[in-house]
């Protein structure tokens, strides 16, 4: 079997041409992501306030990060997959967990959304204690700050409750928007 | 080099012997002290530069990144990628090939860094592995398609580092590695390169030893000892047939099985204690000391194979596995005298009656073999 083999020049282009559409396809998808995504607010747990913009990038806490084991409904997810957690908006505004699936789930309420997960080490066993917890990754746990603005939003932040603008697409995949700091919206990512 | 200083022995032999004219010796140095030697020096600083040329630009990217938009910083990583890959189709034509892979090796290693910083742009946590395995897809692609060892070299390199690097955050088997790696191997197959047939059968062996803990009830090491004994059984019992179909890899075959059959045998017996009943429980002692006997039995036969087919590599092995084997038994047993004793007698036995099987197997091959010492 001889398979056609371009010249190396044309070989060359094809490698470059494939490497960049990598590197585009990422920057697109986030694109399209941040501009449709539906947006929610959540707060940040302070891990350690005085910190939080010092480092190149900080490492963001949320509540719905923790998951009572005692949500999952269906299949139990397995290792290190993908799991999906739905999150519904209580009165105040909060959004707490109500369902862990291995699959998307069909259908979400109207104060529900889903979210795309994995777990940080691995999805707790069967034999693990009901009322335990799995913790949580939604893919928006770095945030990589500019020099310029670190300064300005630690001196926002303290003592200021902080909270992350997400937006989640259709399949559960979420991207970090913004900062809020005391509910208003201090920086947004732009785009490009 | 040392092949420079082995030539250069050869050589006074083989004029003392009458062999090898004045003349003709004197033309084989000239030959070999000629431009061949410095031009794969060069290029080996190419390779060098390519590596090092693309942690510049990682840190360069990562050093200056505020100043810049999201768009500049994409641009300059895209352009840097086009133009590594631009300054191969420039050389390669040129009878550079060194160089031109050198360039390739730094367009890869600036692909790479484009995926981490991008991922950091856009504050992309996901799952790192992935986009070590993007990264490696990459790589794997050119070395397909522009023929490149050095990008296959690179690949195989990332593809075990993803596997690594997947398997410590998930601690499971990670079957998909297998996929990416025959592809890898395949087109290793395909350019006819054997060093990187080599680098692919270490990177299935560094995936097959751990495996044992991954799978069934986390310790299952006789899997890994089979799987490597049927490698070892295809590169011996299957060896002609597979040197008909793929070339001259038999040897090498039953080598890497046989690395993977030591490795899994010593960790059953040695590293991971749950493996078998421990020393102190009621018949402990004695199925460590079957083990062993098994151990050291596959051993002798390895070496007696590795001897009738003239197999260094193998012989390597299967000795340092045999040293290995009998130090840390010698450790492992040592306060319980009376076992220890009891071990060696046997161990004695059987190694006299296997070296005797051995001396006789290496006699009647030894005609066969035509006299090679």
Known sequence: MRLPRPGPALALAIVAGLQTAVLLYMVIDRSVLLKTGREIVLPVR???????????????????????????????????????????????????????????PGEAGPKQIVLKARPYYRFPPATASPNGMVQAR??????????GEGPRL?????DKKVAVLVAVDGRGNAA????????????????? | ????????????????????????????????????WSISAAGAFAILGAILFGFAVMSFVAANWDGMSKL???????????????????????????????????????????IMLVAQMYHMEGSPPDAVLLWALGGLAAAYLVRSEAALGASIVLITTWSLYERMLSETAH?????????????????????????????LVIWLVPLGALILDNHAHWVVAMIGLAIAAAGSLGGRELDQRLGPVSSAVFAYGLAVTVAALFTLQFIDERAIPSLRAPNGIAVLLLLAVLTLGLLLAAMAWGIHTDNSGAMWIAYAGFAAEIFTLYVKTFGTLL???????????????????????????????????
């Open chain 2, 339 to 373: 076992n220890t004793s009891l071990f060696f007698l046997v161990a004695a036995i059987i190694v006299s009656g296997l070296a005797w099987l051995a001396l006789r197997l290496h006699r009647r091959a030894q005609p066969a073999v035509g006299g090679v010492t």
């Open chain 2, 175 to 203: 079957w998909s590695f297998l996929a990416v790696w025959a592809l890898a191997a395949a087109c290793a197959y395909l350019l006819r390169w054997r060093p990187g047939l080599h680098l692919a059968a270490v990177s």
């Open chain 2, 72 to 114: 500049l910083r994409l641009l300059l990583l895209v352009g840097a990628m086009w133009a590594c890959y631009g300054a191969a189709a420039y050389l390669l034509p040129r009878n550079l090939g060194r160089f031109a892979h050198a360039a390739i090796l730094g367009g890869i290693a600036v692909y790479g860094a484009s």
């Open chain 2, 1 to 36: 080099m040392l092949y420079r200083l082995r030539l250069e022995r050869d050589l006074k032999r083989w004029q003392e012997k009458g062999l090898l004219s004045e003349a003709t010796a004197a033309a084989i140095r000239a030959e070999l002290a000629g431009a061949h």
């Open chain 1, 46 to 104: 302070p891990v350690d306030p005085r910190d939080l913009f010092r480092g190149q990038y900080v490492r963001l806490g949320f509540d719905v990060a923790s998951v009572p084991l005692k949500l999952v409904e269906g299949p139990r997810p397995t290792g290190n997959k993908p799991f999906y957690v739905t999150i519904e908006q209580q009165e105040g505004g909060d959004w707490t967990p109500v369902r862990i699936t291995a699959a998307p």
């Open chain 1, 176 to 192: 970090l928007k913004g900062i809020l700091i005391d509910g208003k919206l201090q920086y947004t990512e732009p785009l490009l």
């Open chain 1, 138 to 147: 939604y893919g928006i746990e770095s945030y990589f700050v500019t020099e």
């Open chain 1, 154 to 158: 630690e001196a926002l932040a303290r």
